[in-house]
């Protein structure tokens, strides 16, 4: 069982219809490699843009900020880069307007994207093997 983008991808081998433990775990492992092969994998840059469920803004890794320097608040673009370097870029709601610090932040979350490699995202290392 494994899930991709969002996905489950499962499949059941019992014992008696493989004749034995030993076949229905070669079975599996068989099928969990072909079925891994055949679906592209999710790369580093990808992940980085999955928007999560605490999102409220609803552009990925872009937030709005209000602290005590800046009652009005900023929109910031933030990424954390695989080296575990945290990236942020904030536009002040006073500066720019509310409007003009959202797209200026989304922009800036594109060039944050930039920073991020296009390779993929693993760590099993059975699927390490598949990725092209």
């Not at 992940?47 to 709005?64: A, D």
Request: net charge positive.
């Amino acid at each position: 069982m494994f899930t991709r983008k969002g996905k489950l991808h499962y499949k059941s081998f019992y014992d008696i219809g493989r004749g034995g433990s030993e076949n229905a775990l070669a079975a599996a492992i068989a099928w969990r490699d072909e079925q891994l092969a055949a679906i592209s994998t999710l790369t580093k840059r990808d992940f980085c843009q999955i928007k999560r469920t605490s999102n409220r803004s609803g552009v990925p890794g872009v937030q709005f900020i209000r602290s005590k320097n800046q009652p009005q608040g900023s929109w910031a673009a933030k990424i954390k880069l695989p080296n575990g370097d945290v990236r942020t870029k904030a536009f002040s709601v006073k500066k720019y307007g509310e409007a003009r610090a959202f797209e200026l932040a989304v922009e800036a979350r594109g060039q944050l994207l930039e920073l991020v490699e296009d390779k993929p995202f693993l760590h099993d290392q059975v699927a390490k093997m598949f990725a092209v």
